[in-house]
């Protein structure tokens, strides 16, 4: 069964660092665009990243902006968002999803998820 496994999360203080990773599972990242999107607890799940299956096109939503940076590792199956200057408002299960397009897109809607997240929680 397809799956990805985020890993990386926990407890910090605003201005620290975290790096999250997803690795899929049953399934490859390698022809996928890949985003990740984030759900705070009574909030919808909102786009924050998005890197091409060839790491030529990235987008992020402005929220994050000049704070975080999408990669990924072809030969690992593996992508990557790192974190900086974390926020209060940071916080949310963080959610490795891939979609279809080549081109990545803002729309939340566009891409699927299968894992279970990450938390991201980032105290004041």
């Known amino acids: 069964q397809a799956q990805t496994v985020e890993s990386g999360g926990g407890l910090v203080q605003a201005g620290d660092s975290l790096r999250l990773s997803c690795a899929a599972s049953?399934?490859?990242?390698?022809?996928?665009?890949v985003g990740w999107l984030r759900q705070a607890p009574g909030k919808e799940r909102e786009f924050v990243a998005a890197i091409s299956w060839n790491r030529r096109n990235t987008i992020y939503a402005d929220s994050v902006k000049g704070r975080f940076t999408i990669s990924r590792d072809t030969a690992k199956d593996t992508v990557y968002l790192q974190m900086n200057s974390l926020k209060p408002e940071d916080t949310a299960v963080y959610y490795c999803?891939?979609?279809?397009?080549?081109?990545?897109?803002?729309?939340?809607?566009?891409?699927?998820?299968w894992g279970q997240g990450t938390q991201v929680t980032v105290s004041s």
């Open positions: 049953g399934r490859t990242f390698s022809s996928s665009t």
């Open positions: 999803c891939a979609a279809s397009m080549s081109t990545p897109r803002y729309y939340s809607g566009d891409y699927k998820c």
